[in-house]
C-alpha cells in the first residue's frame, strides 16, 4: 500500500502545470486545513480563495478558536475552504477539540475532498510525522488517502530544488510517502493564481483516484472502539438479513395469494 500511495504522491507532484483542473460533476471541491497553530492555515486558506477571509497573525495563542467555512469560485469551480484550530495546541480542551473535529466535516457536507496538512518548508520534524499519526488515530486508517501536504513559505525556498530537498530528508520523504504528495504554496502572494490552480489540479487527479471523498459517517466509524465497530458491522448484517427474509417472506405471501386465488377460481368455474 506505501509504494502505491507514493507512486499516487509522485505523480500528483509531477502533475503539468499548464492546464487547468477538469471540473467534477458536482462542480465542487470541499478543503479542510489541519496543522498546529502558527504555520499559516489561515493565510493558505486566504491564498486559495485568493482574498482576506480568514483572520490571521502572528500571536501566541491561537488566532482560530472554531472550525469556518469560506466559499469561492475558483477557475470555474465552486471551493469551500474550512479554516481550523490549531489541533493539536494543548491550550485548548479535549472536549473542544473533539467538537471541531466533527465540525471540520459536518462543514465540508456531503464530505472532505482533501486534507491539506500545513507545515512551513523546511521546518518538518519527526513530532509532524507523530501529527499524521494522530490524524489517522482521530479520522482513521484510510484518511491519509485524502491527505496533501501543504508547505508554506513557498517565497523562502527555491522552487526547482524542493522535490530533491524533499528526497533527501528522510522524514519529509516518509511522510510524504505516506500522504498523496505535497504542495508548496507562498501565501504572500495571492495574486498568483497559478499556484492555486496547481493545486487544484491536483486534489482533482486525487478525488478522481479515491472515487469519493471522506464523509461523517466515516468519521463517525473512526471514533468508535473496535467493539462497537463489531457491534455495528454485526447489526448491520443482522438487519439485511431480517430484510432479505422479510422481502422473502412477502414475495411468498404474494404467490401463495395469487395462486389460492387462481385455486378459487377454478372451484368456482367448476
Known amino acids: 500500500m506505501a509504494d502505491n500511495l507514493h507512486e499516487r504522491g509522485s505523480q500528483l507532484d509531477n502533475q503539468p502545470s499548464n492546464r487547468a483542473a477538469p471540473l467534477q460533476n458536482n462542480g465542487n471541491i470541499n478543503i479542510v486545513l489541519l496543522g498546529k497553530n502558527g504555520v499559516g492555515k489561515s493565510s493558505s486558506g486566504n491564498t486559495i480563495l485568493g482574498e482576506d477571509r480568514f483572520t490571521c497573525g502572528r500571536s501566541l495563542y491561537a488566532v482560530t478558536n472554531i472550525s469556518s467555512i469560506q466559499r469561492s469560485v475558483i477557475d470555474g469551480r465552486s471551493v469551500s475552504v474550512i479554516d481550523t484550530p490549531g489541533f493539536f495546541c494543548t491550550n485548548l480542551p479535549k472536549e473542544q477539540l473533539s467538537r471541531e473535529f466533527a465540525r471540520s ?32 488515530q482521530v ?74 471523498h471522506y464523509t461523517n459517517e466515516m468519521y463517525q466509524l473512526a471514533q468508535m472502539t473496535t467493539f462497537e465497530r463489531f457491534w455495528k458491522i454485526f447489526k448491520d448484517f443482522f438487519n439485511a438479513m431480517i430484510d432479505t427474509f422479510q422481502n422473502m417472506s412477502s414475495s411468498l405471501d404474494n404467490t401463495v395469494a395469487i395462486g389460492d386465488k387462481e385455486w378459487h377460481h377454478t372451484l368456482d368455474s367448476n
Not at 520523504?173 to 505516506?178: C, D, E, F, I, T
Open 139 to 212: 479520522f482513521g486508517e484510510d484518511v491519509l488517502k485524502n491527505v496533501i501536504i501543504l508547505f508554506t513559505y513557498g517565497d523562502e525556498c527555491d522552487q526547482e530544488t524542493v522535490q530533491s530537498e524533499t528526497d533527501k530528508n528522510e522524514v519529509v520523504r516518509r511522510a510524504v510517502q505516506s500522504c498523496q504528495g505535497y504542495h508548496v504554496l507562498n501565501n504572500r502572494d495571492l495574486t498568483d493564481r497559478q499556484q492555486v490552480s496547481e493545486l487544484l489540479l491536483k486534489i482533482e487527479t486525487m478525488i478522481e483516484w479515491n472515487k469519493g
Open 105 to 136: 466535516v459536518f462543514l465540508a457536507a456531503p464530505g472532505v475532498h482533501v486534507f491539506l496538512f500545513v507545515v512551513p518548508f523546511g521546518r518538518f520534524t519527526e513530532q509532524d510525522e507523530v501529527r499524521l499519526t494522530h490524524i489517522k
